[in-house]
């Protein structure tokens, strides 16, 4: 994400799942960073299980129901 140099002048939008997960708290706290910096320019869609990386990101949040429905076949 460095410098998002590819995403420049276009309008998409970058979807991440879990990009937090088996990082140590420095490397969390830097990627955190660099996410929100990057969704300063540019719309982010993260997923997530774990509740403190969705707290440490911060930014507009939707959660699910937690009850598991059945699988319609």
Do not use: N, W
Not at 12 to 40: G, Q
């Amino acid at each position: 994400m460095g410098d998002h140099g590819s995403f420049r002048g276009k309008e998409e939008f970058v979807i991440m799942d879990d990009p937090l997960v088996d990082l140590d708290p420095d490397r969390r706290s830097r990627a955190a960073d660099a996410i929100k910096e990057f969704a300063k320019h540019k719309q982010i869609i993260l997923l997530t299980c774990h509740p403190i990386h969705a707290r440490i990101l911060g930014g507009h949040q939707i959660y699910l129901d937690q009850e598991i429905s059945p699988m319609v076949t």
